[in-house]
């Protein structure tokens, strides 16, 4: 990974998820100082220290800053992943996703500034934080505001802040509580896959490149939100290939849900960079261009029917 150092102490909130899991032995190839995990579970944190050993598991939960605080006493790194993520349960009770998701990402900034170790953060958002419609996508799209606001404010303060960077991701495929991962249980038993709607499309990135791009992002300067260039699905090709002979039905959109993902808005792309297969969005910068069309699911790279078989095939 760059711009990290073997002297580097390195913090993932919310690690023993799935991001976390594919993190933690790419920064230990790095030879960093030391990685710690803050998360609440504490099953799969004996599990992963069965694992991992020499990783330092703390239980605690980004909602009690006092956690936080002895979470990064020392660190130099955080990777803010921490975050409830279902798109209908944010529905329902949307205070619990405001309390992780917004309060937490309050409190982890808070107690990184306390501390005065941290150098950089990396704040892990969604597509869905970009023209938000669902509850989780607008407490991601304030974590974005809270990392350009503390990126703001302290670059005018100190010579060397921190640097607060964002990530903002896709559907990562078979992640937890990934479509994928429901759609093989159902298969598993015996059952039709349920689909909500069949031509909404899907932006997916696979876990190896979700890290890489949270391995770019930290050679970027402070208030960057980096996003990747990935493709998308349209989820009735995915349930066919996925389904085969067991088929799908048609369940009906759920609250919260949008027809086609937005990674990036006609109102942001003035002032975004495009280099490779990444995009830069600096929303404090001043317009590169007058304007620019949106980078949406519908409109993106669509999979093929033969790389769907192949992202797959481990859980078919």
Known sequence: MKNLSPMDIVLITGGTGSLGQALIPRLLKRNVYDVRVLSRDEKKQADLRAKWPTVKFILGDVRDLRACQEAVRGVTVVIHGASLK?????????????????????????????????ETMIGISSDKACAPLNTYGLTKGLLEKLFIETHQSRSKVLRTPPRFIVCRYGNVFASRGSVVLKWSEQIKRGEKIRVTDPDMTRFFFSLDDAVDLIDYALSMDSGTI???AMPSARLGDLADVMAGPVGFEVVGQRPGEKTHEDLLSAFEMPRVVRREDYFLYRPLNDPNKRHGPPYTSNTA????????????????
């Open 226 to 228: 980096v996003a990747k």
């Open 301 to 316: 790279r669509r999979l093929t029917r033969q790389e769907l078989l192949d992202w797959i095939e481990p859980w078919r």
């Open 86 to 118: 279902y798109v209908d349960i944010s529905e329902r009770q949307p205070t619990e996703y405001v309390l992780t998701n917004v309060m937490g990402t309050i409190n982890i900034i808070n107690a990184a500034l306390q501390e005065g170790t941290v």
